[in-house]
């Protein structure tokens, strides 16, 4: 057998270890640079875009800029509510809207998100996406759309901004009312509000000229952001233990063409789920630090909070939870979803058997 000097193995093993690492995963996905294109609900010059910029520089850091990210502020492509199609056709690589924007086409989008009196807290909803199955329902959900769901983004409650008083229940009749739509929408409508669905663009042109009396929309930064504390001089919130009646996590995701997201290779698609997961946490961070320093600039504006009684909870607590199994009974996926929130709000004791009376999957 011819010997080998211990030269010409360190050289051949060298040959062998360049020749692996040429091959590994990450040496593939560093053969080629990946462009997306991402427009986010959040309108320029808000709070909540200035975090999305930041997330995407974020996404370059990570990945060794690899995968950049050129984000777009709310219609700087499409119109807000034609991301979905946008990102549907690959006009668009990927979107970050509001979740429940989608319930009108993809029911259990209204259970990807908040909804009146059910699971109200950040943490009560990272359990359910990452720890009882959420997450994988939403995939194959949009996967049937040819959309990938990378996860869930944290924002805060949603607040009422109206141009006239609204004290109790029963005010929220014959009141022209913005909101997201899917059950909550339903909800405000059994109370007697007539509901119409607009951009958060959108919203401020209609207070100002009286189109709507009344609107949800976020929270008290963007919002103030937006102007609305110049046209509505009434904040409407339920009761300290309730502040928020009708959406109290108001959830945001990052959904991206299914096309796009096969082709980024496994390394990538990985680094961005966890910057995905990274900035959820960092967007709840910075949208509760600007809305608390907002706050105090309501007051200034002469702004009146309203708080609703915890009876007037208990009126819209009566409405919302047959709504809850109407919405629950329109597909596979919102069955599952809803079925599996109920057992967790069984759990917490969040429902009691004498309220599901009656109701039933």
Do not use: C
Not at 103 to 114: D, E
Not at 160 to 177: A, C, Q, T, Y
Not at 268 to 291: D, M, T
């Amino acid at each position: 057998m011819k010997r080998v000097s211990r030269r010409a193995f360190l050289r051949r093993l060298g040959v062998g270890v360049a020749a692996t690492a040429a091959f590994s995963p990450l040496a593939v996905a560093q053969a080629r640079r990946y462009r997306w294109r991402i427009q986010t609900a959040w309108d320029a010059g808000t709070v909540g875009y200035s975090l999305f910029q930041k997330f995407t520089e974020r996404v370059k850091e990570l990945t060794d800029g690899q995968l950049e990210v050129q984000p777009f502020p709310a219609g700087a492509v499409v119109g807000t509510f034609d991301m979905f199609d946008a990102v549907k056709t690959g006009v668009l690589d990927g979107m970050n809207p509001f979740t429940l924007y989608w319930a009108g086409r993809m029911p259990v989008t209204a259970f990807l998100s908040s909804y009146a009196l059910g699971l109200d807290r950040p943490d009560q909803w990272e359990t359910w996406f990452y720890s009882l199955g959420g997450l994988d329902i939403a995939r194959r959900a949009f996967a049937e759309q040819g959309l990938f769901y990378v996860g869930p983004v944290q924002h805060d409650l949603n607040i009422i901004h109206s141009k006239k008083p609204i004290r109790r229940f029963e005010d929220f009749k014959g009141v022209k009312l913005r909101v997201p739509g899917g059950m909550i929408a339903e909800v405000f409508a059994a109370a007697g509000a007539s509901t119409v669905l607009l951009p958060g663009g959108e919203v401020y042109p209609a207070l100002e000229r009286g189109v709507i009396d009344a609107a949800d929309f976020v929270g008290p930064a963007v919002n103030y952001n937006l102007g609305f504390h110049q046209v509505a001089k009434y904040i409407i919130m339920g009761p300290p233990e309730t502040p928020a009646i009708h959406q109290p996590v108001d959830l945001m995701d990052f959904t991206i063409n299914l096309n796009r997201w096969r082709s980024l290779p496994k390394p990538l698609q990985e680094r961005f789920i966890a910057a995905v997961h990274e900035y959820s946490w960092i967007h709840y961070a910075g949208i509760q630090k600007a809305n608390l320093e907002a706050w105090p600039k309501y007051r200034q504006a002469g702004v009146e909070v309203i708080r609703l009684s915890n009876e007037d909870v208990r009126k819209f607590r009566r409405l919302a939870i047959p709504i809850w199994f109407k919405w629950a009974k329109m597909d596979k996926y919102s069955r599952e979803a809803f079925a599996s929130q109920l057992e967790y709000m069984k759990g917490i004791g969040y429902v009691t058997d004498e309220e599901l009376k009656g109701l039933s999957l």
